[in-house]
C-alpha cells in the first residue's frame, strides 16, 4: 500500500504511523516550522517498508521511529531536507538480520546551513547511514550498533561543521 500526503504552507503537524509489510510512505512538507513523526511498527510488526520525506523550508523537525514499541523488521528511510536550522532524527530498533542484497538503509540529504542530524541505529545489523550535506555550521551525531554489519558514508560542503559517529559491534 502507498501513502502519499502533501502539506503546504507553515507550522503543520503530522504524526504517522506504518504498520504491516511493505508499506510505502511519502511525505512532503513546504513551509516553515513544520514538524512531523512518523513511526513503523509501534502497534505491531512491520517489515520491508519505505518512508521517504522531503522538506522544504526553515526550522523544521522530523522525527522517524522504526520498531520503538513492537517487533519491526527494517525500513528503508530517505529523507531530503533543504533549509536552514532544520533538525532530523532517526531511530532505528530492527530486530531482523537482513540476508543478501536486503538491507536496512538509512539516506539522508540536507541542503542548507545550521541543520541537525541525529541516526541512531540499534538491533541486528545491516545499519547503512548515508549522509550529504552542502551547508555550513551543522551537527551531525550518527550511532550504529548491533551485531557487526554496518557502514557510514558522509559526504559534507562547506565548513564549521561538528561530526561525531560510533560505530559499535
Not at 31 to 59: K, Y
Not at 155 to 169: E, Q
Request: no cysteine; net charge negative; aromatic share 2%.
Amino acid at each position: 500500500q502507498t501513502l502519499d500526503i502533501d502539506q503546504i504552507g507553515n507550522s503543520n503537524t503530522i504524526a504517522a504511523s506504518v504498520v504491516g509489510a511493505t508499506q510505502t510512505f511519502t511525505l512532503r512538507q513546504a513551509g516553515n516550522s513544520n514538524t512531523s513523526t512518523v513511526s513503523v511498527g509501534a502497534n505491531s510488526a512491520s517489515a520491508d517498508n519505505s518512508i521517504i520525506q522531503t522538506l522544504t523550508g526553515n526550522s523544521n523537525t522530523t522525527t522517524v521511529n522504526v520498531a520503538s514499541a513492537a517487533a519491526g523488521d527494517d525500513a528503508d528511510i530517505d529523507l531530503v531536507a533543504t533549509g536552514d536550522s532544520n533538525t532530523v532524527t532517526i531511530n532505528e530498533n530492527s530486530t531482523a538480520s537482513m540476508i543478501g542484497s536486503d538491507k536496512k538503509i538509512t539516506s539522508i540529504t540536507l541542503i542548507g546551513a545550521s541543520n541537525t542530524v541525529t541516526s541512531t541505529h540499534t538491533g541486528a545489523a545491516d545499519q547503512d547511514t548515508t549522509l550529504h550535506h552542502t551547508g555550513a555550521s551543522s551537527t551531525f551525531a550518527i550511532t550504529q550498533d548491533g551485531a557487526h554489519d554496518g557502514s557510514v558514508s558522509i559526504t559534507t560542503v562547506g565548513s564549521g561543521h561538528n561530526v561525531t559517529v560510533t560505530m559499535d559491534d
